[in-house]
């Protein structure tokens, strides 16, 4: 369903003040969004375990136009693929035995072969402890980042309001 238009005489001054607020909002927010992703991305950097240092160096930070909008963390394609173990670093991993069947039955443990073809073996993967930054940069940083966007979101408003009462 199409949404319709009011031809009320007020509709006009409410169509001016949601405009006014939305290029004020653009204005004071972005800057304070910025600000505040800037400070989780410096301490996701210093969370973040490093072996060559790679990772924390393909952390990014990208904030919309409008402000209200931010993603912190590895952005784009190249570099999700390449850093596709972040995940298993920051959850762990279960491990993995390959000498158990499903069921608990045994596995031999020769490797498996006809003489002339290798098909492979059950390699045993250690369990991997978790690593978390990604949730702990959130957690440390969270008053800060609330309180300095309530803060730009009241100075857009009362911007806002008092463009409306002088117009």
């Known amino acids: 369903m199409a949404a319709r ?41 210093t969370l973040i375990p490093k072996d060559t240092g790679a990772a ?6 990208f904030v919309s136009k409008s402000g209200l909008d931010a993603q912190i ?5 190249r570099d999700s693929y390449r850093f596709f173990y972040l995940k298993f670093v920051e ?11 499903s069921g ?3 596995r031999r443990s020769t490797n498996k072969s006809d003489g002339a073809d290798f098909f492979g073996k059950y390699p045993d993967i250690p ?12 957690d440390v940083n969270r008053e800060y980042v609330i309180a300095n966007i309530q803060a730009a979101i009241s100075l857009t ?3 806002a309001s008092k463009g409306l009462s002088n117009g």
């Open 5 to 45: 238009r009011s031809r009320m005489s007020g509709d006009f001054k409410l169509r001016r003040t949601l405009r006014n607020i939305h290029a004020t909002m653009d204005n004071e927010l972005a800057p304070v969004m910025r600000d505040s992703a800037e400070r989780i991305l410096s301490t996701m950097k």
């Open 127 to 138: 369990a991997r402890p978790a690593h978390p930054w990604l949730r702990p940069a959130k």
């Open 73 to 77: 963390g590895i952005r784009g394609k």
């Open 56 to 61: 924390a160096a393909a952390l990014k930070v």
């Open 157 to 159: 408003l009362s911007k």
């Open 91 to 101: 959850y762990g991993t279960k491990g993995y035995s390959g000498t158990k069947r």
């Open 104 to 106: 608990g039955r045994n």
